[in-house]
């Protein structure tokens, strides 16, 4: 896998830099110091100042908190006061002229907004506004809590719109009770919920202060920011923290109310109500500022120090590039020498080695032999060898399946020898092992070696296997080279002719196995298409041996993909031009194959022309009608018959009546009319039986 165009860059900006570093580390070392001396004080002050900042918050908001609480709780307890006095007076004497002076007197205070007595129905008993004495307010929540509760403490209701007053108003109010105890009605103080926060208002609090009164219920009392009166806070943080602790300090990002705020909170011990004070993230801004400076101040600084420490870095480049040039020099020269050493040793080598198998070559053997034969030698064994069936392997598998067995015969004749002994490719499949020092006894032994060598080989790779002819012969001091060689060559053709036709058998045999592995063809295929064949031959009256080879073609007459490439046989999608014309070599494949095997000789020339059509648009020869032999002319149609009626795994099978059909249709064009017909009317029988 090649790498990206932005991996080879990375790597040449690292490689530049590195170029730049090499000359004085110390120089890079000192500078990255220095930058780190610098931003780390940025960091530590901008730490600092955040965290100063944010405490000076913290208690300015908690001071804020305490003061806002202790209005609330001096607001509260005189409205407490009020009620009680009200409530006690209602106890003891009912509705009276004192009744009603009191409530007029409170009703003067700026902070009340209404005040009223409900009885047992919730119908006002007197009023400090006028009242439909008929109206009934039973249905306030505050009303409702006092009559089905007897406890004794102030109701703080939500802020709700005055069905006198018309403003919103938060009801305070505490129960009256009747002399047997039971409930008697309650008596109540209305109040505006911005008379909390006014105070504040006063002391002119910015846009980015908050501060808020918050009932148990999470529903906000009052707030100096109007439009949070009534608002349901349930999903605040301030809950969280509330169950951690009565009183805080914590950062909300705003997800209530879109501003991010810094909120002092306290709970107030005597009433269901949390007072907060907040104070926006934005009112933090020259704190940012002054961290803004900061870095801004460590950048500058950082790029004095990089100027200066590039200026250092240039001048020590300039010292180093004179230094690498020579070096470079040096080891140009020293490349030069080595790659001219390595040519000498490469060209000695293929001067004397066969480039494929990597054994010596012919060249290197005929020089040996002429050297022996100049003059005195020592006795040395000679052996022949020929690879059997290598052309039938080119000409079917490809010139590439062929070379490889030639290397692994190779391999296996140098394995068996060692120096000054020798193994050398003296031809296109023929080989010679020249053995030092050799006797009729090490050459026998050195040929069974080779023997089980073979055959361990063909054990474990049955795919194809290895074939070697061999003769030997062995030679005294004086014996002439040439008359050695015909002696072992001689023996080499004699075993040969004993077993060439067995080896090609065993080839063909092999290949046969290779296309069942290589059959993508539903199982059962080649048996259906011969039990067809045969039972068309008998229809047609056709010769017994005719019929016979006719279940022969319909086994092998696709032999020939054995040659053809995995990767074009068992393409799911189309094939390219090319890989058609690939395809279509199959017939003359097989035709080669066939010729090879005395079983399958009968039908080679039917195997060539299987693919040929009626109209003369088939391949390899393009022939037309019945220049095409019979039995190819039927296998055609019971082919194409079993592929249409059979599952494939790119789509269904069709009916019987469907496959007939297009048999049919491509009468005398792809098929032979006449026959269609005869195995038409065979289908149609067989059904009827």
Known sequence: MKPSKGVKRMDKAIQIFRNWLSPNPSIAVF??????????????????????????????????????????????????????????????RGNTVALSDILRQIATDSLITQTSIL???????????????QASFADLPHFYSHRHEDANKLFIGKAALGRVSQKYTIQLSRRINQADGSFGGIATIAMSPFYFSRFYNDMKFNENYVVRLTGLDKIV?????????????????????????????????????????????????????????????????????????????AGLVSLFILFFSGRLLVAARKQ????????????????????????????????????????????????????????????????????????????????????EILKVIAALLNAGIVAPSYAARIGGDEMAVVVAGGTPAMMRELEEVYRAKIDE???????????????????????????????????????????????????????????????????????????????????????????ADMRLLAKFHDIGKVGIPDSILKKPGKLTDAEQVIMRQHCEIGYRIAKSSPDLEPIADSILKHQEHWDGNGYPLGISGEQIPIECRVLGIVDAFDAMTNDRPYRKAMSDDEAIEELQRCAGSQFDAELVEVFIALQREMKQN
């Open 31 to 92: 500078c990255a110091l220095l930058l780190f001396i610098t931003w780390s004080g940025a960091f530590l002050h901008a730490d600092w100042d955040r965290k100063t900042t944010i405490e000076n918050v913290w208690e300015e908001n908690n001071k804020f908190a305490l003061a806002f609480e202790e209005h609330v709780r001096r607001v509260l307890k005189t409205n407490e006061q009020y009620l009680v006095l009200l409530k006690n007076e209602y106890e003891r």
């Open 457 to 547: 080989h063909n054990q474990n790779c049955p795919q194809l296997p290895l074939s070697v002819s061999m003769g030997w012969a062995v030679g005294e001091a004086s014996e002439d080279t040439d008359i050695l060689f015909k002696t072992a060559d001689n023996n080499m053709y004699r075993q040969k002719m004993h077993q060439s036709l067995s080896v090609r058998g065993s080839i063909v045999k092999t290949m046969m196995v290779a296309l069942e592995a290589k059959d993508h063809i539903t199982e059962g295929h080649a048996d259906r298409l011969g039990d067809l064949m045969e039972q068309m031959g008998r229809t047609l009256q056709l010769a017994p041996a005719v019929v």
């Open 221 to 297: 009392r009052a707030s100096n920011v109007e439009k949070e009166i009534n608002y349901d806070l349930s999903s605040a943080l301030l809950w969280q923290k509330l169950a951690q602790s009565s009183t805080g300090f914590y950062y909300s990002r705003g997800m209530n109310f879109n501003t991010p705020r810094f909120y002092s909170y306290r709970v107030m011990p005597d009433y269901p109500l949390v007072v907060q004070v907040g104070i926006a993230e934005a009112a933090l801004s020259p704190m940012v500022h002054r961290i803004q400076v900061y870095y801004t101040v």
């Open 119 to 133: 009885n047992v129905q919730g119908r006002p008993v007197v009023s400090a506004l006028p009242v439909d004495p």
């Open 320 to 403: 180093r590039r004179s230094e690498l040039e020579l070096q470079q020099s040096v080891r140009d020269l020293t490349e030069s020498h080595g790659k001219l050493e390595q040519s000498q040793r490469t060209a000695e080598f293929l001067r004397q080695h066969d480039p494929l198998t990597g054994i010596f070559n012919r060249s290197y053997f005929e020089n040996d032999m002429a050297r022996k034969n100049s003059g005195a030698h020592e006795p040395f064994g000679l052996f022949v060898c020929d690879v059997d069936g290598l052309k039938l392997i080119n000409d079917t598998l490809g010139h590439r399946q062929g070379d």
